[in-house]
């Protein structure tokens, strides 16, 4: 019964913004940790950004878009966003997210980047070109 939907991708010229939408059902959202991913052909996934629960709420940006994005929660909507700014042609990829439970074990933290995504999106396709 959990399920992520992504969506808000689409194509855009380099320079220009885009903001996706990943709406969440099924589980508490703000348990649960969000990241987002990035595939582009012959290349391997990617972590992009993540946000980690509500009573953390830490992020982390990768260096090739950290400035540019954003990562937020809106816990009311069960909707996590990524608004991506200045976008690139390397940025052009199918962005996924995934949610993971906010703590691996009792005695571990709560930082997105250390936890263990099992549930993803379909996808939505950004496509950043001229």
């Known amino acids: 019964q959990l399920q992520l939907v992504e969506s808000g991708g689409g194509l855009v010229q380099p320079g220009g913004s885009l903001r996706l939408s990943c709406a969440a059902s099924g589980f508490t959202l703000g348990y649960y940790a969000i990241g987002w991913y990035r595939q582009a052909p012959g290349k391997e996934r990617e972590g992009v950004s993540c946000?980690?629960?509500?009573?953390?709420?830490?992020?982390y940006y990768s260096d090739s878009v950290k400035g540019r994005f954003t990562i937020s929660r809106d816990n009311a909507k069960s909707t996590v966003y990524l608004q991506m700014n200045t976008l690139k042609p390397e940025d052009t990829a199918v962005y996924y997210c995934?949610?993971?439970?906010?703590?691996?074990?009792?005695?571990?933290?709560?930082?997105?980047?250390?936890?263990?995504?099992?549930?993803w999106g379909q996808g939505t396709q950004v496509t950043v070109s001229s």
């Open positions: 995934a949610a993971a439970r906010g703590q691996k074990t009792p005695y571990s933290g709560t930082y997105c980047v250390d936890l263990e995504y099992e549930d």
């Open positions: 946000i980690s629960v509500s009573s953390d709420g830490s992020t």
